[in-house]
T-cell receptor
């Protein structure tokens, strides 16, 4: 099974500042997909951003962007201009591109935003 | 919007009881999933289903079974609940296919306590 590692169980950021959440993964595949999901307190998990491994350009979604380093098997999430509503648990996830829909999730990073 | 509904937000059961967790999705998705979420362990896949009456074991199926009699409904069954099954349970659904657009949509979760 693929493994996804999030080495930061908890992070904090000052409101309006920038924070980067780390994620590394292990795979022998050359093509795959990577995702960041957000789970706000007591609310359902939603997709933040996704990246195709064969695309060199880093994905961006408004204040959220990724730094995808394929050779290093690293997929970090950068949140710019942090807002109170960004406080949540963030999960990095991996999915193979050619079979099924099984996702492999990391252990999560709990982000606190300090007013 | 995709809606994945889990029948209970909180459940308290006694050791040895048979427990049913229900999940319904309204987007005609082929795939449905049950995860268990524990602090420091992230999301672990219990079972998934890619069609009616079809099921596949995930990473931690022991002590659980599932039922999918209708496309929109996927039930998780704890045949004889034990205290180590106290956890947050998340249901998810997705379309079948390999596109990066086929992401997983999550329910709000059921927090189960087994006493």
């Amino acid at each position: 099974a693929q493994t996804v590692t999030q080495s930061q169980p908890e992070m904090s950021v000052q409101e309006a500042e920038t924070v980067t959440l780390s994620c590394t993964y292990d795979t022998s595949e050359s093509d795959y997909y990577l995702f960041w999901y957000k789970q706000p307190p007591s609310r359902q998990m939603i997709l933040v951003i996704r990246q195709e491994a064969y695309k060199q350009q880093n994905a961006t979604e408004n204040r959220f962007s990724v730094n995808f380093q394929k050779a290093a098997k690293s997929f970090s999430l950068k949140i710019s201009d942090s807002q109170l509503g960004d406080a949540a648990m963030y999960f990095c996830a991996y999915r193979r591109s050619n079979t099924g829909n099984q996702f492999y999730f990391g252990t999560g990073t709990s982000l606190t935003v300090i007013p | 919007d995709v809606k994945v509904t889990q029948s209970s937000r909180y459940l308290v059961k006694r050791t040895g009881e048979k427990v049913f967790l229900e999940c319904v999705q309204d987007m005609d998705h082929e795939n449905m999933f049950w995860y268990r979420q524990d602090p420091g362990l992230g999301l672990r896949l219990i079972y998934f289903s890619y069609d009616v009456k079809m099921k596949e074991k995930g990473d931690i199926p022991e002590g659980y079974s599932v039922s999918r009699e209708k496309k929109e409904r996927f039930s998780l069954i704890l045949e004889s609940a034990s205290t180590n099954q106290t956890s947050m349970y998340l249901c998810a659904s997705s379309e079948h296919g390999t596109s990066i657009r086929n992401i997983q949509y999550f329910g709000a979760g059921t927090r189960l306590s087994v006493l």
